[in-house]
């Protein structure tokens, strides 16, 4: 069984929620959950070094989207880097020039999308962890998004895929019906025990409460068991604008 976990930390936050102050929360959320792989939307290079630095037992891949180097946000897959070996990792923007950074169709930013091959050491099974944050307002971009790791997916051969983020559109929109259309599903919807509960609140969860953020799994290699939203206060307050989400599943 492995944990997948998908989390929109916000990039900054503002006055009591700013990203310094909201890190130790964001920290403490990882490190209950313990997942096995993480797909983090929304990190700048400060949010990765904090990481890091406070989570040693992970390592990631993945680059900032603005010159993929450490400018920009990150969408970075972390992994535990004793129970993995990841042999193979990389990054492609949402755009008609995947290989350098680039804002494609009709996207008001540049977003990118990064996956790494991971290996358990002890039992040699392997899944690949794809993660992205898609477009908020382009939809073409948003729909091709889905296309592209459906096509990036396939090309591994059957190998067993996971695929998180936050991917700013509702479960009948066209990109989730694209995202949906081959062996890729909803965690969510596939999962025995699952969870209806909404993943973006924007700090005002009595006005907003909307399911952007998704697990979606090759229905065909692995079998979701469970899948969560980790819908809690931190020391009274919130840990970011999005919940937290994450799938048990079997490879």
Not at 35 to 64: C, I
Request: hydrophobic share 35%; with cysteine; net charge negative.
């Amino acid at each position: 069984m492995y944990r997948i976990l998908s989390f929109n930390l916000l990039c900054a936050g503002k006055e009591q929620r700013t990203w310094q102050k909201r890190a130790p929360k964001v920290i403490s959320i990882i490190r209950e959950a313990n997942p096995d792989s993480f797909g983090v939307q929304e990190a700048h290079w400060e949010w990765m070094e904090t990481l890091s630095q406070n989570l040693p037992e992970y390592s990631y891949v993945g680059v900032g989207r603005e010159d993929g180097k450490k400018d920009g946000e990150f969408s970075a897959v972390f992994y535990k880097k004793d129970k993995f070996t990841a042999s193979e990792s990389g990054n492609f923007w949402i755009s008609e020039t995947p290989e350098k950074p680039s804002k494609g169709w009709d996207s008001a930013c540049t977003r990118i999308a990064t996956f790494v091959k991971l290996t358990d050491k002890e039992n040699g099974k392997e899944y690949i962890h794809f993660n992205t944050h898609l477009d908020h307002v382009g939809r073409i971009a948003q729909i091709n998004g889905a296309r592209m790791i459906q096509e990036k997916a396939a090309s591994f051969g059957g190998l067993p895929v996971v695929c998180t983020g936050d991917f700013n559109v509702f479960q009948d929109s066209d990109c989730y019906n694209t995202m949906v259309s081959g062996n890729m599903k909803d965690a969510r919807k596939l999962a025995p025990d699952s969870d209806e509960c909404y993943t973006f609140h924007g700090f005002r969860p009595d006005e907003i409460h909307e399911r952007i953020d998704f697990v979606f799994v090759d229905e065909a290699t692995v079998k979701p068991v469970s899948f969560k939203v980790i819908n809690k206060m931190v020391d009274g307050d919130f840990y970011s604008d999005h919940n937290a989400i994450y799938a048990d599943v079997e490879i």
